[in-house]
């Protein structure tokens, strides 16, 4: 079985600092395809971050420059440093991977991040 858990997320002033972590079990992140999404208030949900099982790297035109995509294989989790945040950034993030084997995606319950003015 397939768990996902996300941690990390808090509530923080506007040009601060967060890290995010995804630890998964029954799934190997690096032979796997990975991101990290957000969902802001009736807004749709948007990609953050992703990186291939390679551990190539892409990010969403917002977060370029301010938010970090990285893996630690020995324990299986994946991170997502958040710099400079901005009140806009304030959302539900989750993680996500996607099992090529039979082209399923999991994901995590979420962590409530939320940027002060």
């Known amino acids: 079985q397939v768990q996902l858990v996300e941690s990390g997320g808090g509530l923080v002033q506007a040009g601060g600092s967060l890290r995010l972590s995804c630890a998964a079990s029954?799934?190997?992140?690096?032979?796997?395809?990975m991101g990290w999404y957000r969902q802001a208030p009736g807004k749709q949900r948007e990609l953050v971050a992703s990186?291939?099982?390679?551990?190539?790297?892409k990010y969403g035109d917002s977060v370029k420059g301010r938010f970090t995509i990285s893996r630690d294989n020995a324990k299986n989790t994946v991170y997502l440093q958040l710099n400079s945040l901005k009140p806009e950034d304030t959302a539900v993030y989750y993680c996500?991977?996607?099992?090529?084997?039979?082209?399923?995606?999991?994901w995590g319950q979420g962590t409530q991040v939320t940027v002060s003015s």
């Open positions: 990186m291939t099982s390679g551990g190539g790297s």
């Open positions: 029954g799934i190997i992140f690096s032979n796997n395809g």
């Open positions: 996500n991977v996607h099992e090529f084997h039979s082209d399923f995606y999991y």
